[in-house]
């Protein structure tokens, strides 16, 4: 499965699409796991009987971009961010064709 590298919402996202897919994973990244992304698509292709697309989004700052409220530090003296609903949205927007393989791939999201 070969990777393509898009832009949604101004965020860089490697995308490994199958056409028959009937999973979509979301997974976000730094650049320490883009290193390792095309072994990560391989290993699961090897484990799972299920074709699937992987849409691995780049995330700068994991405490604010993923934290969907503030909180104090846990360590160290940087507190979490609330950034989880800019990141991602719920309900998100319409799922960008480039990941449908198929009409019914996950319907929630291509409504």
Request: aromatic share 8%; net charge negative; proline share 11%.
């Amino acid at each position: 499965m070969k990777g393509s590298i898009v832009n949604i919402s101004g965020r860089e996202c490697h995308l490994y699409k199958n056409s028959n897919a009937e999973f979509l994973l979301v997974q976000p990244i730094d650049e320490h796991d883009l290193e390792v992304l095309g072994q990560e698509v391989e290993i699961i292709k090897e484990l799972s009987d299920k074709p699937f697309t992987l849409a691995a989004f780049m995330i700068k700052d994991w405490n604010q971009e993923l934290t969907p409220w503030s909180v104090p530090p846990v360590f160290g003296k940087i507190p979490f961010g609330s950034g989880a609903e800019d990141t991602l949205p719920i309900p998100p927007p319409k799922a960008p064709a480039m990941f449908m393989a198929s009409s019914s791939l996950i319907p929630a999201i291509s409504a």
